[in-house]
T-cell receptor, first 113, second 112 residues
Framework: DSGVTQTPKHLITATGQRVTLRCSPR?????VYWYQQSLDQGLQFLIQ???????AKGNILERFSAQQFPDLHSELNLSSLELGDSALYFC????????????FGEGSWLTVV | DQQVKQNSPSLSVQEGRISILNCDYT??????FLWYKKYPAEGPTFLIS?????DKNEDGRFTVFLNKSAKHLSLHIVPSQPGDSAVYFC???????????FGTGTSLTVIP
């Protein structure tokens, strides 16, 4: 158990809909990261937050947005869903700073039908 | 632009033999490197790391080697066990940026 909690574990929704994925980081971790893993793909970095502020942005679509709340949990909002958005979405957290380690949650399986 | 590359998508090794997984990077500012192991439908789990001030780090059956001049790191697993069958990702961190860059993964199969 990495200490990073993601909900829901599985989600099936229709095209055009909007979903929210939630992540609770490990206790004490200030950084939250979101990654997407599609079939046969590596881990695609989406976005990073550090203590409530956006720190880095990767290949995140404009239809997607995220935020980190004062209690440090984070949400990833996916809207106008398309079939190609079906993927495993991982949240990860770290203390922040140099030489730190990132710990992953179990992921949220999103299936768009 | 893929700054961390794992050029071998898959690797098969006999049980008991050595597994060598390779990773190359392009950014000379990376100063911390990590390896993660991932089973299907699970999150990646941290395996071992190495700072750029070292060239080798060992933890049990796992050893990571770093060659800074070649911008190359490798993970050695000795002896390989069937339970090691998983996808292995290497990752790099640039200290100032706090962003982790992941490779595309190598699927290791250890044959009993």
């Amino acid at each position: 158990d990495s200490g990073v909690t993601q909900t829901p574990k599985h989600l099936i929704t229709a095209t055009g809909q909007r979903v929210t994925l939630r992540c609770s980081p490990r206790s004490g971790d200030l950084s939250v990261y979101w990654y997407q893993q599609s079939l046969d793909q590596g881990l695609q970095f989406l976005i990073q937050y550090y203590n409530g502020e956006e720190r880095a942005k990767g290949n995140i679509l404009e239809r997607f947005s995220a935020q980190q709340f004062p209690d440090l949990h984070s949400e990833l909002n996916l809207s106008s869903l398309e079939l190609g958005d079906s993927a495993l979405y991982f949240c990860a957290s770290s203390i922040g700073g140099s030489l730190n380690t990132i710990y992953f949650g179990e992921g949220s399986w999103l299936t768009v039908v | 632009d893929q700054q961390v590359k794992q050029n071998s998508p898959s690797l098969s090794v006999q049980e008991g033999r050595i597994s060598i997984l390779n990773c190359d990077y392009t950014n000379s500012m990376f100063d911390y490197f990590l390896w993660y192991k991932k089973y299907p439908a699970e999150g990646p789990t941290f395996l071992i790391s190495i700072s750029s001030i070292k060239d080798k780090n060992e933890d049990g059956r796992f050893t990571v080697f770093l060659n800074k001049s070649a911008k190359h790191l490798s993970l050695h697993i000795v002896p390989s066990q069937p339970g090691d069958s998983a996808v292995y990702f290497c990752a790099a961190l640039e200290g100032t940026g706090n962003q982790f860059y992941f490779g595309t993964g190598t699927s290791l199969t250890v044959i009993p």
